[in-house]
């Protein structure tokens, strides 16, 4: 298992940009796809975006193409989220996860990091 570690958030203004990082203890990242989930207050979670094992494939929910980018860095052990043009409906509790490739399901998640947006 992979133990994960977010960090980058802020606060930002409107149309403003930040970077979040996670880092994955282990030797066994590579083996995880990985995801970005974000949580608003008083929201479910919801997904913001994932990476295949190699990442060479990434797939966004509608509201984030075109001004998020997610990647990653194998030798690293690290997942990233690029958020440009940053809007207030942004703020949320950004978590990354990991989703071991004989699975459907993510299995291992981070503790959080807060992302605020001002207008």
């Known amino acids: 298992q992979v133990q994960l570690v977010e960090s980058g958030g802020g606060l930002v203004q409107a149309g403003g940009s930040l970077r979040l990082s996670c880092a994955a203890s282990g030797r066994t990242f590579s083996t995880y796809a990985m995801g970005w989930f974000r949580q608003a207050p008083g929201k479910e979670r919801e997904f913001v975006a994932r990476?295949?094992?190699?990442?060479?494939?990434?797939y966004y929910t509608d509201s984030v193409k075109g001004r998020f980018t997610i990647s990653r860095d194998n030798a690293k052990n690290t997942v990233y989220l690029q958020m440009n043009s940053l809007k207030p409906e942004d703020t949320a509790v950004y978590y990354c996860?990991?989703?071991?490739?004989?699975?459907?399901?993510?299995?291992?998640w981070g503790q959080g990091t807060q992302v605020t947006v001002s207008s």
């Open positions: 996860a990991a989703r071991p490739e004989t699975t459907i399901k993510y299995t291992q």
């Open positions: 990476i295949t094992l190699s990442g060479g494939s990434t």
